[in-house]
């Protein structure tokens, strides 16, 4: 699957991607590690919320700074970047 996007912080590197759905596609942003590019989680828009949200994968984990990026990309995503 080619990108759409691709948005890297100091830890993570964030991939926009389509993705296909009962409705028809909907947008999905992969949050992988920046260095090992293992997959972390994903950032998906949560419709019964009206809110994006982190669906984070098993056990991994963050630290403050990352869930600081993490939020700061949500912000943007929900005020239209």
């Known amino acids: 699957m080619i990108p759409e996007k691709v948005v890297t912080t100091k830890y993570m590197r964030l991939v926009k991607e389509k993705a296909s759905c009962e409705n028809g596609e909907k947008e999905i ?22 809110k994006y949200c982190f669906y984070p994968l098993g056990k991994t984990v963050f630290s403050p700074d990352c869930l600081e990026s993490l939020i700061k990309h949500i912000k943007a995503l929900e005020e239209g970047g």
């Open 29 to 50: 942003w992969k949050v992988r590690n920046r260095k090992t590019d293992i997959l972390l989680g994903t950032i998906e828009y949560m419709k019964d919320w009206r």
